[in-house]
């Protein structure tokens, strides 16, 4: 089993910076990739971005250049870092990963005014 917890969100004005974190707990030697989802209302749950064990990270177009990724191993723990935030990256924010099925957090709220 594993547990992923998240926290940091909030509400900020647009062109400002948020900073999620994904604790992780239970089987966290058998993790290898985490990945940061996200659902805005009346849409689909996509993927963000995603760091390996290793360090490689992918993320989306739309965030491309504005959120980092990054992992601290030795806690593990995952951050995303939300810079120059957009009204449309307004959503729930959810940490993810994969050992024999998915594991989901509970998400964190993202609300960014225009």
């Known amino acids: 089993q594993v547990q992923l917890v998240e926290s940091g969100g909030g509400l900020v004005q647009a062109g400002g910076s948020l900073r999620l974190s994904c604790a992780a707990s239970?089987?966290?030697?058998?993790?290898?990739?985490i990945n940061w989802y996200r659902q805005a209302p009346g849409k689909q749950r996509e993927l963000v971005a995603g760091i390996s064990r290793g360090g490689s990270t992918n993320y989306a177009g739309s965030v491309k250049g504005r959120f980092t990724i990054s992992r601290n191993n030795a806690n593990n723990t995952v951050y995303l870092q939300m810079d120059s935030l957009k009204p449309e990256d307004t959503a729930v924010y959810y940490c993810?990963?994969?050992?024999?099925?998915?594991?989901w957090g509970q998400g964190t709220q993202v609300t960014v005014s225009s």
């Open positions: 993810n990963t994969f050992y024999i099925r998915n594991y």
């Open positions: 239970g089987r966290t030697f058998s993790i290898n990739a």
